[in-house]
Structures are given as structure tokens and as C-alpha cells.
């Protein structure tokens, strides 16, 4: 307000000089004399005038700029939730990874931009008992880790999701066949040293079995899947715990 007032006294003082300026270049020349009630008209009648309309016009320009800023914050705001409720929609809320439609939507992409790599299918070994014995909230903790694990693996391009219950992928992006082994590798062994423990601090052995499949560029995503998952099933049937390919 007091910046308003500043500005409305200083059109003030500005209008009365011109005011003046104006009266005592073109009044003698018309043979007049600016004194008396001329004077004093001068003077009044730009002040009159210009406060009222002065302050109309900063309390209108200042209530416009500060919605203009309001709606500048509302927006970023929302844009803000936007991308928020993006990433959120893509991810799983327990691990961060991505979940499975994501997951098949970035490999999707990567076949169509003709690329190969390899596809890691992953389960958890005896998930079910881990739930049973100690509870769900354990088991969440279990997958929290594995995924943190798998991520703390992944290369930049790689692509790392949780596709349900205790099912994890990753695409290695451009991976050789010879790559996807060891890091399917890597993997299992990374899963098997996390020091996971039970509310008493007993520790929990982890393991995860493993199905293969190097993609061939254009390879068909759900193809590619559904075979890496045939892989996994003979992990299991293998004895779990291993990497079939």
C-alpha cells in the first residue's frame, strides 16, 4: 500500500509541474497572466485529478500483478503434482522401480528403436514361506532390498522393474548374451549377500532364480517374456537359486 501511495504523490507532483510548465509557456503568450485563481487552478486541478485516478489505477495494476503471480505458482504447483502423479503412476510404490506396464512400454520402445539386449526374469525363492513365517511386513522389507540390489546393478540405459508379488526384470540395454550371463550372475549372488533379518535379527537367507533370453533386435516384447519366463520355470524346476538361459 505504501508503495501504491508513493506512486500516486509522485504522479501528483509530476502532474502539477507539467501543469505549471504548461501554463506559464502558453498563457503569456496568449496575452494572459498566470497568478490569482489561475495560479491556483494550475495547481489544484492536476492534484484533483490525479490522485483518485492515480491510486485506481496502481491498486488495479497491483492486484493484477499479484493474481498474475498467484496463478504463476498455481501452475508450477501443478505441473509440479503432474509429473509427481507421472513418475508415481509408473513406478511400484514399495521398490521404485518401474511396474510392469511401464516396464513393457520402455522395452517396447527400445525394440522399436532396433534395439537388442537381454531380458533377466526374476523370482524369489520360497517368497511365500518368508511371508508365512515372519509376517508380510518382512516380506516387503525382502523385496524393498532385492529391488534397491537390482538397481544398485543396473547401468544407466538398463531397464529394471517389478512386474508383481515377487517377480522382478531387467533389460540390459545393448547387452551381449555374454553380459546378460554375468549379470544374471552378478544378481544372484548380490541377492544372495543382503543381510536380511527377521524382527528377532535372525537372518534370512535370499535367493532368486533366474530365466535368460537374449532379445534379437524388433524382438517382440511379450514374446521375449513369455520365454524368459519359460527359463525362469526351469530354474525353479532346476533346483532355484540358478540362472537358466
Known amino acids: 500500500m505504501y508503495r501504491i501511495l508513493g506512486r500516486t504523490l509522485l504522479v501528483a507532483v509530476l502532474s502539477t509541474i507539467a501543469s505549471l510548465v504548461i501554463s506559464f509557456a502558453f498563457v503569456p503568450m496568449m496575452g494572459g ?35 498474475n503471480a498467484a496463478l504463476a505458482e498455481a501452475r508450477d504447483a501443478l505441473e509440479k503434482a503432474y509429473a509427481r502423479l507421472q513418475y508415481q503412476a509408473r513406478r511400484d510404490s514399495l521398490t521404485g522401480l518401474l511396474n510392469r506396464a511401464a516396464f ?6 527400445c525394440s522399436n ?27 516387503d522389507e525382502a523385496l524393498h532390498l532385492i529391488g534397491a540390489a537390482l ?7 538398463d531397464i529394471v522393474g517389478r512386474l508383481g508379488g515377487e517377480e522382478f526384470a531387467i533389460f540390459l540395454h545393448g547387452a551381449s548374451a555374454e553380459r546378460m550371463l554375468d549379470h544374471a550372475q552378478a544378481v544372484r549372488e548380490a541377492v544372495a549377500a543382503i543381510d536380511f533379518r527377521s524382527p528377532s535379527s535372525i537372518r534370512i537367507p535370499l535367493g532368486v532364480s533366474i530365466g535368460a533370453f537374449h532379445c534379437a533386435p524388433r524382438f ?19 533346483g532355484r537359486n540358478t540362472i537358466v538361459a
Open 220 to 238: 517382440d516384447p511379450v514374446e521375449a517374456l513369455a520365454a524368459a519366463d519359460r527359463n525362469l520355470y526351469r530354474a525353479k524346476s532346476a
Open 151 to 157: 538397481h544398485g546393478l543396473a547401468r544407466e540405459d
Open 33 to 67: 497572466q498566470v497568478a490569482g485563481a489561475g495560479l491556483v487552478m494550475t495547481i489544484v486541478c492536476p492534484i484533483a485529478i490525479s490522485i483518485p485516478a492515480s491510486l485506481v489505477h496502481f491498486y488495479q495494476a497491483d492486484r493484477l500483478r499479484r493474481a
Open 104 to 109: 513393457m512400454d520402455e522395452i517396447a520402445a
Open 113 to 139: 528403436e532396433g534395439m537388442h539386449g537381454g531380458l533377466l526374469f526374476l523370482d524369489v525363492d520360497y517368497f511365500k514361506s518368508v511371508n508365512d513365517r515372519f509376517g508380510h511386513a518382512a516380506g
